[in-house]
C-alpha cells in the first residue's frame, strides 16, 4: 500500500484551558477525496489548523509522506504541498488575478524586476487547468465568489499542492457552480493529489467524498468509505450522544405571543419569508448551521438591517423597526454574538455600559444622575451576581462571563419585551455558563420573550421551549420541546 | 475609573519650565509678556476644545484653518456693513457651524473619512476666500469692532471668562451629561454604541457642526485685536490645535481624552515656543521643539498601551 499523502495521529489542543480538540487522527490518501465532518465545534477547524501550522499541537504527530513534521508553521506547510481554500477567500481585491497569483509563488527579492508578461502568462495557464476563463488581468474585486474561488484552486495548482484543504467551499455557490467546482477538484484528484473536504452539507458529501471521517467533541469518531453510510446514519454519527442532564428543566408558562414576524424578508442579508413568534415567557431557540441567517434575523428584528418586506408585530401591533434606537423604545433587546467588539464597550466601566442604552433612565434632560446611575449599576451587579470589586471597575477587565452577564445587565436595564440572545455562552466558563441559563429561565418565568440562538445543540435542546432550525436564510421547521431530538434538529439544519 | 497620569505629566512639565524661567529669564513673566501670550492662545484654546470633541469620537478636522480665515473676514465684512459687533461674531459663528456642519454631512451621513473630507475642505475654502477677497485684507473695520467695544483693558477679562466658561462648561457637559457619555461610546467602539441604540451618525454630524461653530468664535474674537483682518489668517492652526489635543493625552483613535488635558496642552505648547526666544535659543527651534513634545507624548502611550493592553484602562 503506497504512503499516505497525510496522516494525523492523536492530536490534542487546548484554548485556555478548553479541549477542543481531543483526539484528533486523520489519514489523507493519494487520489482520494476524503470528507471531514461535525456539527459547529466538533474540532474540525482546530484540526485543519494544525495540518496548515497556523496554530501548534500540544501532543500527537503530523506525517507528511512518510515524514514526520517536526516543526510547523504556513510557510512550511505551504513548502510540503499543503495548500487551504476557506469559506471566504484570503486575496487582495485591489490586485489583479496575476498579481495575486504572483504574490503566492513567486519567489525573489523585493527589488527584483517584474516580468509581467510571463507572469501574466503563468497566471493564464494556471487558471485554464483549474478549468476557468478568467482574465489574469482582472481585478480580483470584480470577480464572482466562485471565481475567485478558482483563482484560490489556480494558486494551490501553481504551488504543485499535493494536499487541498477545502473548508465550506461551497457555502456560496449557486448548484451549477458546485457542479463546475466539482469537476475541478476531480480534475485535482485525478492528478494524484488528495483533497480535505469539509461541509455541513451531506448530500454534497455523499456525491464527491471516497471517504468521510466524522468528530466529534474534539475527537474523530470514525471514518468510513463513502459506500457504507447514509445520511441518517452520518448524523446519527455525529450526535452520537445523549443530553446531558447538567441543564436545568423548566415548565414554560407561555402566555400572549410577544413577538411574531409574518413573510419577513432581507434580500441584503439573504432572509426568506420568516415567519416565527414568540410568547412571553418562552423561550425560543434558534439552531442552525453558522451561516444559515440566524444572526441576519436577529439583526433585522433589531432594526440593524430593517426588514423589506414582511410584517414584524410586537404583542400583535404591527411595528416597524429601522434602527436599534427604535429597537430599544419598542422594548427588543440583542445581545449579540461579538462581546468584545459589540456587546460591551471594554474601555468603559461596568456601570457605563450597563446604562449605555437607557441613558434615559438615569438621567433629566440629559444629565445623568451619578448617584441613581451607581444604584441602577449595582442593582444589576448583585442580581446577576458580576463579579467585580465596584461598578466602576473597568469591563475590559472582567472576565467572558462576566463582561456577557454586563452586556446581558445593559439589555435588562430597557426593561425588555424581547430579549434576543446570540450566541450568550459562547467561550464563558462552565460557572458562569449555567449562571447565565439560570438567569435565562429566571427571566422567563417573569414573561419575558426570549429567542436564543446557540450552535450548541445540547445547550438549544434543553433551555428552548420550542426550537425554530434555520437553514439557508429560511426557517427550516420548528419543533416543539417534546418532539426535538438532535437527529431532528440537525437533519432540519442540513436538509 | 479615573487616572490622571497624563495630565499630572503635562502639567509637571509646565511647571518645569516655568522655574527653568523664573531663574534664567524672569522677564517672560512680566505682566505685558503674559497677556500677550494669553491672548495668542484663547483663540487656539477654543478651536482646541473643538477637536478635542472631534478626536473622542475618532475622527479629524484639519480645516479649522481655513474655517477661521473665513469666518474671521465674515465677521470683519459684517461689522463693516453696520452691523453691531456682537452681531457680527455669531454671524460668525453662524458661519463656522455651517461650513462644520458640510464637513459632518459628508463624514458621517456619507460616511467618507474624515481626513479626505477635511483635506478638501481645507484646500478649496481657503482658496475660494483667497479668489473671492484677491487676497486683500479687510481694513477700515468701525471703532466699536475694535476689542469689542470693550476698553482694551476689560478685553482680556472678558476674554478669560469666556476661556474657562467654555472649558469648564465642555468638561461639565462631557462628564454629566448623556450626550457626553454617547460621545465617547461612538469614540470607543462605534459599532457597540450603534447597537446600544446610540445614534452615532448624529453625534459624528453634531461634533464637526460645533467645532466649527468654535472656531467661528475664535476666529471672531481673534480678530478684533488688530486693525485689519488678514485673509492669510489661521495658517498651520490645526497642526497646532491637534497637537495640543494629542499633548494632552487624548487618543487619535477616539474614546479616550478629557477637556484638562487639552487646556494643560494648549499651555504648554503655547507657553514654550515664546519661552525659547526669552532663554536666547533661536526661534527657529520653536517648531522642532513642539515637534519633539509631541512625539514624546506619542511613545509615551505607545509604549503605555503596549504594556497594558490587556488591561484596558478605563479614562472616562
Known amino acids: ?495 | 475609573m479615573k487616572t490622571h497620569t497624563r495630565e499630572i505629566s503635562v502639567a509637571l512639565a509646565i511647571l518645569a519650565l516655568a522655574i527653568v524661567l523664573a531663574f534664567a529669564a524672569p522677564g517672560y513673566f512680566s505682566r505685558e509678556n503674559l497677556t500677550d501670550l494669553f491672548l495668542a492662545n484663547v483663540p487656539v484654546l477654543i478651536v482646541a476644545l473643538g477637536m478635542t470633541l472631534v478626536i473622542l469620537i475618532g475622527q479629524i478636522d484639519i480645516s479649522v484653518g481655513s474655517i477661521f480665515a473665513i469666518c474671521g473676514v465674515a465677521a470683519g465684512l459684517l461689522s463693516k456693513s453696520g452691523l453691531p459687533a456682537l452681531v457680527a461674531a455669531l454671524g460668525a459663528c453662524l458661519a463656522g457651524a455651517l461650513l462644520g456642519a458640510l464637513n459632518g454631512t459628508l463624514v458621517a451621513y456619507l460616511r467618507i473619512p474624515s481626513i479626505v473630507v477635511t483635506l478638501a475642505s481645507m484646500v478649496a475654502l481657503r482658496d475660494a476666500l483667497r479668489w473671492q477677497t484677491q487676497g486683500a485684507w479687510v481694513q477700515d473695520l468701525p471703532r466699536d469692532f475694535q476689542w469689542f467695544g470693550l476698553s482694551q483693558s476689560a478685553y482680556p477679562l472678558a476674554v478669560a471668562g469666556i476661556a474657562v466658561i467654555l472649558s469648564a462648561g465642555l468638561a461639565w457637559i462631557l462628564r454629566n451629561l448623556a450626550i457626553g457619555r454617547a460621545i465617547y461610546a461612538t469614540g470607543s467602539n462605534k459599532e457597540g454604541a450603534r447597537l446600544a441604540g446610540i445614534h452615532t451618525t448624529f453625534v459624528t454630524f453634531s461634533v464637526f457642526a460645533v467645532i466649527g461653530g468654535l472656531t467661528g468664535f475664535s476666529a471672531a474674537l481673534n480678530s478684533v485685536r488688530f486693525n485689519q483682518i488678514p485673509t492669510n489668517a489661521g495658517l498651520g492652526l490645526e497642526m497646532k490645535v491637534i497637537a495640543a489635543v494629542v499633548v494632552g493625552g487624548a487618543a487619535i483613535t477616539g474614546g479616550r481624552g478629557s477637556v484638562l488635558g487639552t487646556v494643560l496642552g494648549v499651555v504648554l505648547l503655547g507657553a514654550i515656543g515664546p519661552a525659547l526666544t526669552f532663554l536666547g535659543v533661536s526661534a527657529y527651534w520653536e517648531r522642532a521643539v513642539q515637534g519633539a513634545i509631541i512625539l514624546a507624548a506619542l511613545v509615551i502611550d505607545a509604549v503605555r498601551t503596549r504594556h497594558g493592553r490587556s488591561l484596558a484602562t478605563s479614562h472616562v
Open chain 1, 1 to 495: 500500500m503506497a504512503v499516505p499523502l497525510l496522516q494525523a495521529r492523536s492530536i490534542t489542543k487546548s484554548y485556555a484551558g478548553v479541549r477542543a480538540l481531543k483526539d484528533g487522527s486523520f489519514e489523507l490518501l493519494e487520489g482520494e477525496v476524503h470528507a471531514l465532518i461535525g456539527e459547529n465545534g466538533a474540532g474540525k477547524s482546530t484540526l485543519i489548523k494544525v495540518m496548515t501550522g497556523a496554530i501548534q499541537p500540544d501532543s500527537g504527530s503530523l506525517i507528511v509522506r512518510g515524514h514526520l513534521v517536526e516543526q510547523n508553521d504556513p510557510g512550511i506547510s505551504r513548502s510540503m504541498g499543503i495548500a487551504a481554500i476557506y469559506q471566504q477567500p484570503s486575496l487582495f481585491p485591489d490586485l489583479s488575478v496575476a498579481e495575486n497569483i504572483a504574490l503566492a509563488l513567486e519567489g525573489g527579492g523585493v527589488w527584483r524586476k517584474v516580468d509581467w508578461k510571463a507572469r501574466n502568462r503563468r497566471a493564464g495557464e494556471l487558471l485554464e487547468r483549474a478549468g476557468a476563463s478568467i482574465q489574469p488581468a482582472r481585478l480580483v474585486s470584480t470577480l464572482s465568489m466562485p471565481e475567485q474561488q478558482l483563482v484560490e484552486i489556480a494558486k494551490a495548482i501553481g504551488a504543485d499542492a499535493k494536499i487541498l484543504i477545502m473548508d465550506e467551499p461551497t457555502a456560496s455557490l449557486t448548484d451549477r457552480e458546485v457542479d463546475s467546482l466539482f469537476k475541478t477538484i476531480g480534475v485535482f484528484r485525478n492528478q494524484g493529489a488528495g483533497i480535505i473536504y469539509i461541509s455541513h452539507r451531506l448530500e454534497e458529501i455523499t456525491t464527491i467524498a471516497d471517504r468521510i471521517t466524522v468528530m466529534r467533541d474534539g475527537e474523530t469518531i470514525a471514518t468510513r468509505r463513502r459506500e457504507e453510510v447514509d445520511k441518517p446514519t452520518l448524523i446519527s454519527m455525529m450526535v452520537g450522544r445523549e443530553i446531558d442532564s447538567v441543564y436545568p428543566k423548566h415548565e414554560s408558562a407561555a402566555g400572549e405571543i410577544a413577538l411574531e414576524l409574518r413573510h419577513v424578508c432581507n434580500r441584503a442579508t439573504g432572509l426568506r419569508d420568516i415567519s416565527l413568534s414568540v410568547r412571553c415567557g418562552e423561550i425560543l431557540g434558534l439552531a442552525g448551521l453558522v451561516g444559515s441567517g440566524r444572526t441576519q434575523l436577529a439583526e433585522t428584528i433589531f432594526g440593524l438591517t430593517p426588514a423589506d418586506s414582511g410584517e414584524i408585530l410586537l404583542a400583535g401591533v404591527p411595528v416597524k423597526v429601522g434602527s436599534p434606537a427604535q429597537a430599544i423604545k419598542l422594548g427588543i433587546g440583542y445581545v449579540p454574538e461579538d462581546r468584545r467588539h459589540h456587546g460591551v464597550v471594554l474601555e468603559m466601566p461596568i456601570a457605563f455600559n450597563t446604562t449605555l442604552a437607557n441613558l434615559k433612565a438615569v438621567s433629566r434632560r440629559g444629565l445623568i444622575d451619578e448617584g441613581q446611575e451607581r444604584e441602577l449599576a449595582g442593582h444589576y451587579l448583585m442580581q446577576l451576581r458580576i463579579k467585580a470589586p465596584s461598578v466602576y471597575t473597568g469591563t475590559g477587565d472582567l472576565s467572558g462571563g462576566n463582561q456577557q452577564k454586563v452586556a446581558l445587565a445593559r439589555w435588562l436595564s430597557i426593561h425588555p419585551k424581547v430579549l434576543i440572545l446570540d450566541e450568550p455562552t459562547q467561550g464563558v466558563d462552565i460557572g458562569s455558563k449555567s449562571e447565565i441559563h439560570n438567569l435565562m429561565l429566571e427571566l422567563a418565568a417573569g414573561g419575558l420573550a426570549i429567542v436564543m440562538i446557540s450552535s450548541e445543540l445540547p445547550e438549544v435542546l434543553s433551555i428552548s421551549d420550542r426550537i425554530a432550525v434555520m437553514h439557508q436564510g429560511k426557517i427550516g421547521g420548528v419543533l416543539s420541546r417534546e418532539e426535538a431530538t438532535q437527529q431532528k434538529v440537525l437533519s432540519l439544519a442540513t436538509y
